[in-house]
Nanobody, 125 residues
């Protein structure tokens, strides 16, 4: 079973940047699609970004396109999310996730079955 641990969250002013990292242990994630999701208080979990197994394809929700970048290092079993030009509406708990099947690309939360605990990102205005 894979364990996913996120890090890099924190408090930042609007316009600032953060780099989130997701470290996998127990099982490799190198042959799986990976995604980042977020959940703000009182709101449903929302897709943020995803990357296919070899990093050749990336996907973003419209609200973060041009500001966020997802990447992966399969040798290190890590997936990162670089967030620039942060806005107060980006405030949420950010979680990484692994797809259910190998070589699967997915954007729906229901297609992921391994989740980290999440890291808090707070953007002040």
């Amino acid at each position: 079973q894979v364990q996913l641990v996120e890090s890099g969250g924190g408090l930042v002013q609007a316009g600032g940047s953060l780099r989130l990292s997701c470290a996998a242990s127990g099982r490799t994630v190198s042959t799986y699609g990976m995604g980042w999701f977020r959940q703000a208080p009182g709101k449903e979990r929302e897709f943020v970004a995803a990357i296919n197994w070899n990093g050749g394809s990336t996907y973003y929700t419209n609200s973060v396109k041009g500001r966020f970048t997802i990447s992966r290092d399969n040798a290190k079993n890590t997936v990162d999310l670089v967030m620039n030009s942060l806005k107060p509406e980006d405030t949420a708990v950010y979680s990484c996730a692994r797809t259910k099947s190998m070589f699967q690309s997915a954007l729906l939360a229901s297609d992921f079955n391994s989740w980290g605990q999440g890291t808090q990102v707070t953007v002040s205005s």
